[in-house]
């Protein structure tokens, strides 16, 4: 099997299981994949479309086929010389519900559970009223609310014996020792003699595994119809409706239980059952402030794991670490690495297993590298450590090196100016990130900061010099320490922060977070920089000081990192939108652009330091498709074009908004993000009068904005929707798009997106050839292989056809380069330009897994819009030439295509070591090309195809200032290429 040369994402479910891969493997090998890139496939919650919600680590996915249809797609994967990565996910697993044993049997024996430390829970909480148990915020409202309205029930399991409570869809086991209270009311003595023996569990140091013999006890007594009757009276006990819930005049007798509480009715005598749990439970609303375990970002139903323990390490891996021992798995990619404890140690961990294991798999497969990549959001000037032992990441930061490539600075004003204008929102994007985060600490994260706060006055108590600092005061200066963190985290091991962008970082957030805090809170600042991690660990001695200090370094590490991935993603990039194409995943909104010295920088370094990084374009978690973005940063060059149809749109659209109590709807700033949003995912084959068409597009603009105002969180919010506000932008869209009174504005919209389709797939075609040429390893997303012109999920999570891809890939090798140019609104000149090159490094693996990249300089009137780079391997040499910033280049022919004219006298400069070389642009079209001189036309390079790629092996001498270009004959070109 050969080394990761190319991947291809594919998102596995209930609706597309391993078995409905198989048939396309032929076709990823023919596009030139050599991997599948696999979503998670341990079992996940029941109908998950992603698989990050794992319940049960310990097997294969039922619902993806199991363990026997993933031998069958690897099987079909081994006759094809490919190989699977897999993603794993070890922050956390998906909890409540009744289907991880694990985190039921937590709330079943509480902090004696097997599992108790393998949730990140403090049993400890500083909270009283949860001394020894575990918030369950899983309720639909209030606590007393849902158990007046009787929607907290308890049931017998016949098929277990064990009693639990439901609400809705939620399960939660009762203690065996609270079976006592159910079974004491009991008026049958059989049942009755069971209490004690459950009691009597409460103070066993083994209870857990006496439990057991009694279930079953139970379970056999339970058989019985006297004592099966006799259960369902006695939970007939704990049965509320609203009517018996109400207090009436002639309340009933009161009934003893076995501890000698006393109680009148059926909510007395439930809800003193619940109290007796490891576990309170709780409205949902109550898990941003009271939560006591460490969630994911904000999701009540995503628990997080402590994988630095040993034990938790063994349990969530073993099955992995089973599959690629067994020659199934070839690589793994881990899914959120910065939501651990201590990523380092964890990922060095993770490799040397890995490198044990390459030596336990079949004979065939023991000399492959198992490569592994981490999830990883690197911000401006982030570096990846290379000590964390990782082949690199998935690739987010080269989306944003490419988005930054193709944006126009000189737009960046004019959009700056009419975004502020309209919208209001005057504020930098640093600035919006600064409120996200102070409202998303303040609430979805509340409780998270708590438990930092108060870890960090258990350390000023520790001192006589800080005991006197306040809980309140910590807060304060904790939470304006995170507003201004740069970073997503630090990276503190015991010897502190060793690494100087690390220190950079932290010191970047004390000085930010002075310019808001009061003088008089300022040395709070110098103690938070000694506790987490201006102070090395191993200068402390070993003891209870230490193992706080680290603790509470852990919380704030995995505090910050949830913070800017909600306020930055998940709320600021809603908020502003000077353009959207800067608005993503892993990117900084405050970057408009950058020239293309800095991307050479950026894949020089990457070629030094990992050469086999994941390199992507498109995710399942980007906010816009590739080729949405690619599109919209066309606006960057045509920025008074874009301000004055947004002007004439606004004017022609005033009829369409609507006046409610709290504005105008849509506000001008959430009309300004449609339209930009329309322009970029406009398809590129429909029409304004395509009435079936335009109802299957509103359809995803809808459900676009619906998450679009919530994220935002503005006039809507998850947590809170404002259905007038919604239905009003709802109706405005339906109208927008469809009403006949508005056709003008609807057609007007659509031939602006087509005015500037043509410079977008020139950017779309440019990006996917970097993707493919630039050092690391090129990553397909499921489907992009055609125009992906996708919005954010579930937008670009939807069933992919890959009948018609595998049906065009056949014929399309049978087209001409010109006649795809000439048809690319349907896709298929993308797909051919894949596949072309995948097949060179195919071809060529050493030369684009190995070969060093030198950027090469270009000359002539318009350098500008030329980017020009060679990778070099031995005696191979391979070419690439790019357009960008091309609007002003394109002629009116609708084609994504320059005229040579237009290009005159610019010309790539090579390097004297290659003057001479022959380049076969065979790749690409049937030219070639020599320079004796060391200087390439681009007029001809990029004639007759968008995007140039070509390889030269070997040195010919021609004569001085000589430069020729020729179609070679059939023979000559299977020379060239061989």
């Not at 919650?45 to 031998?71: F, I, K, M, W």
């Not at 023991?366 to 290379?386: C, F, M, S, T, V």
């Not at 070629?607 to 949405?628: Q, V």
Request: glycine content about 6%; charged content about 25%.
């Amino acid at each position: 099997m050969p080394d990761v040369r190319a991947t291809v994402r594919l998102q596995f479910h209930r609706d597309f299981t391993f078995d409905d891969a198989i048939p396309l493997v032929a076709y990823f090998s023919e596009l030139g994949i050599s991997h599948i890139y696999s979503s998670p496939i341990l079992k996940a919650r029941a109908g998950s479309q992603h698989g990050y919600d794992v319940v049960d680590p310990t097997q294969v996915n039922p619902e993806l086929g199991g363990e026997e249809a993933l031998e069958r797609l690897v099987a079909e994967l081994r006759r094809y010389d490919m190989g699977l990565i897999v993603d794993i996910v070890s922050n956390h697993m998906a909890v409540g519900k009744d289907d991880n044993p694990w985190w039921l049997d937590a709330l079943k024996w509480g902090a004696k559970s097997r599992y108790a430390k393998f949730f990140d829970i403090q049993w400890n909480s500083p909270d009283p009223a949860l001394k020894g148990q575990l918030l369950v915020p899983f309720l639909r409202t209030n606590y007393g609310d849902v158990l007046a309205a009787g929607e907290i029930t308890v049931h017998f399991n016949e098929d277990t014996g064990e009693f639990y409570a439901r609400h809705f869809d939620h399960y939660f086991p009762l203690s065996p020792a609270s079976y006592s209270h159910i079974l004491y009311n009991s008026p049958d003595p059989v049942l009755q003699a069971f209490a004690q023996p459950f009691a009597a569990l409460e103070t066993s140091a083994d209870g857990w595994q006496a439990a057991p013999t009694l279930h079953q006890q139970l379970r056999e007594t339970a058989r019985q119809p006297e004592q099966r009757a006799s259960i369902a009276a006695v939970l007939a006990l704990y049965r509320i409706t609203p009517n018996n819930a109400e207090t009436s005049d002639q309340p009933e007798p009161a009934i003893t239980d076995s501890d000698g509480t006393q109680s009148t009715d059926n909510l007395d005598r439930l809800h003193h059952l619940l109290e007796l749990q490891y576990y309170r439970l709780a409205s949902w609303r109550t898990a941003a402030d009271d939560i006591n375990w460490r969630r994911f970002f904000d999701v009540n139903e995503l628990g997080g794991l402590r994988v630095e323990r040993q034990q938790v390490f063994e349990a969530i891996h073993a099955r992995i670490f089973e599959l690629i021992e067994r020659g199934i798995i070839d690589g793994l990619r881990i899914d959120h690495v910065d939501g651990l404890a201590n990523p380092r140690a964890y990922c060095r961990k993770l490799r040397r297993r890995l490198d044990r294991l390459v030596l336990e798999r079949p004979t065939e497969l023991k000399k492959g590298h198992l490569p592994l990549y981490a999830e990883k959001i690197l911000a401006d000037g982030e570096q990846l450590a290379r000590d964390w032992m990782l082949d690199g990441t998935t690739g987010y930061e080269f989306m944003n090196q490419v988005s930054l490539l193709q944006h126009d600075p000189k737009g960046a004003f004019q959009l700056y100016d009419l975004w502020s204008r309209v919208s209001g929102r005057a504020g930098t994007f640093e600035e919006e990130v600064k409120e996200a985060r102070r409202l998303v600490l303040s609430s979805n994260l509340a409780g998270d900061v708590e438990t930092v706060a108060q870890g960090l006055l258990s350390i000023a108590r520790l001192d006589i010099r800080t005991r006197d600092l306040t809980l309140s005061a910590l807060r304060r200066a904790l939470i304006e320490l995170v507003v201004h963190f740069p970073v997503y985290r630090t990276y503190v091991t015991v010897c502190g922060r060793t690494a100087s962008d690390q220190i950079e970082f932290f010191n970047r957030a004390l000085a930010g977070a002075k310019t808001t805090l009061a003088e008089a809170d300022w040395p709070l600042l110098e103690h938070l920089d000694r506790w987490l991690g201006g102070e090395p660990l191993h200068e402390l001695p070993p003891g209870a000081t230490r193992d706080l200090r680290r603790k509470v370094l852990a919380r704030f590490q995995q505090l910050t990192s949830p913070a800017a991935a909600k306020a930055v993603e998940d709320t600021a990039c809603y908020r502003s939108a000077v353009l959207l194409s800067r608005n993503d995943v892993g990117f900084d909104p405050q970057h408009f652009s950058a020239p293309p010295a800095q991307f050479h920088a950026r894949n020089g370094e990457r070629a030094r330091s990992f050469p086999h990084n994941l390199l992507t374009t498109a995710t399942h978690d980007h906010k816009r498709g590739e080729d949405t973005r690619a599109r919209l940063a066309v606006i960057s060059e045509r920025s008074v074009w874009f301000s004055e149809k947004v002007a004439n749109w606004q004017t022609a659209a005033r009829s369409l908004r609507t006046e409610l109590p709290d504005g105008i709807a849509p506000s001008p700033g959430d009309e300004l993000i449609l339209y930009q949003t329309l322009l970029g995912c406009w398809p590129p084959q429909l029409e304004a009068d395509d009435e079936a068409a335009m109802e299957a597009f509103l359809t995803r603009v809808l459900r676009w904005q619906e998450k679009a105002l919530r994220e935002a969180k503005l006039r809507s919010h998850w947590s809170a929707p404002n259905a007038e506000y919604e239905a009003a932008c709802t109706r405005f869209v339906t109208d927008l798009l469809t009403s006949v009174d508005r056709v003008e504005l609807c057609e007007d919209i659509c031939a602006a997106a087509h005015t500037i389709a043509p410079a977008g797939v020139l950017n779309s075609l440019s990006q996917t050839l970097l993707r493919m040429t630039c050092p690391g390893v090129p990553d397909l997303y499921q489907g992009t292989e055609f125009w992906d012109f996708s919005l954010v999920d579930p937008d670009n999570r939807q069933p992919v056809d890959f009948f018609c891809r595998r049906t065009a890939l056949a014929q399309v090798e049978r087209t001409a380069p010109a006649d795809l140019v000439q048809h690319w609104p349907d896709g298929r000149l993308k797909q051919w330009l894949i596949s072309r090159t995948l097949s060179t490094r195919k071809q060529y693996p050493a030369l684009f897994s190995a070969g060093d990249y030198q950027a090469l300089t270009v000359e002539g009137e318009q350098a500008d819009h030329v980017l020009a780079f060679t990778r070099e391997h031995k005696d191979n040499c391979l070419l690439v030439v790019i357009p960008r910033l091309t609007t002003s280049l394109l002629d009116d022919t609708g084609l994504p295509l320059i005229p040579a004219a237009a290009w005159g006298d610019t010309q790539v400069l090579l390097p004297s070591q290659l003057s001479g070389r022959i380049f076969t642009h065979s790749l690409l079209s049937n030219a070639r090309c020599q320079a004796p001189s060391g200087r390439l036309p681009v007029a001809q390079l990029l004639d007759g195809f968008p995007v140039h790629l070509s390889i030269a092996r070997s040195t010919t001498s021609l004569q001085p200032n000589q430069s020729t270009f020729k179609t070679p004959t059939p023979g000559e070109l299977h020379d060239e290429c061989s």
